[in-house]
């Protein structure tokens, strides 16, 4: 399980959780904002979770605590480096207008057919987003040092 399915997976089962992602790991809390518990991103087992609160019973119901730590338990047995999502990336060109000027555009598309590719190019907030595999795909119709020099990480909001 990936570090934002933990998080998607607690907030959209329980009603009075909510899990935050932090640099240091997923952090759950109460719905009166009181920190329960921190599971580092890094962790391997429960004997690494930090648990902020003595009594979990005034925080989770038997069948909410069975949930909550079959969820991690999941996340726990993930290995470490799958936890994380996979970096995704814009692919950019600066494409020439007229004579000497050539402005920065993205790819919002492209096809690929026999001998030739066409782009469609527009704006970043458009632009198609891939990822590494997508992109080393492509190196069957560009050099993968093109591609390289194309490619933009998308920042994670």
Do not use: H
Request: proline share 4%.
């Amino acid at each position: 399980m990936k570090i934002n399915e933990l998080v998607k997976e607690v907030n959209s089962y329980f009603l009075n959780l909510k899990a935050i992602r932090r640099d240091d790991g997923v952090l759950i809390i109460s719905g009166n904002d009181d920190a329960l518990l921190l599971v580092p991103e890094k962790a391997t087992n429960f004997m690494e979770v930090y648990f902020c609160v003595d009594n979990q019973g005034m925080y989770f119901t038997k069948a909410n605590r069975e949930r909550l730590s079959a969820l991690i338990e999941e996340f726990l047995e993930t290995p470490i480096d799958e936890r994380f999502p996979g970096k995704k990336y814009r692919l950019m060109a600066m494409r020439y207008v007229e004579g000497p000027v050539a402005i920065k555009q993205y790819v919002t598309d492209l096809q690929a057919s026999g001998d030739y590719v066409t782009f469609d190019f527009g704006s970043k907030e458009n632009a198609e987003k891939w990822t590494d595999e997508e992109l080393r795909s492509l190196s069957q119709w560009f050099p993968q040092e093109a591609i390289d020099a194309m490619k933009e990480p998308v920042e994670d909001k």
